[in-house]
């Protein structure tokens, strides 16, 4: 399979991942109070949405380098 076949799927997966999950969620943890030797955390979650257009963008140009990467073999 050519390079740019092996790309085309990726994108492909990765937009319809985009599209059937929507967002996904990370936590990162911060400090509240930091006093002398006492140290206290707290674990914040984080959302980032993925558009909608971002994955059928996604899709549309996987396909489009599957394609291509099969019509140059």
């Given at each position: 399979?050519?390079?740019?076949?092996?790309?085309?799927v990726?994108?492909?997966?990765?937009?319809?991942?985009?599209?059937?999950?929507?967002?996904?969620?990370?936590?990162?943890?911060?400090?509240?109070?930091?006093?002398?030797?006492?140290?206290?955390?707290?674990?914040?979650?984080?959302?980032?949405?993925?558009?909608?257009i971002?994955?059928?963008?996604?899709?549309?140009?996987?396909?489009?380098?599957?394609?291509?990467?099969?019509?140059?073999?």
């Open positions: 399979m050519k390079p740019v076949a092996i790309i085309g990726v994108l492909i997966v990765l937009g319809v991942a985009g599209l059937v999950l929507g967002r996904f969620t990370y936590t990162t943890e911060e400090k509240v109070l930091d006093v002398g030797p006492l140290e206290a955390t707290a674990e914040k979650e984080h959302s980032v949405a993925i558009p909608d971002a994955g059928i963008i996604a899709v549309l140009a996987g396909g489009f380098l599957v394609f291509m990467g099969r019509r140059r073999a």
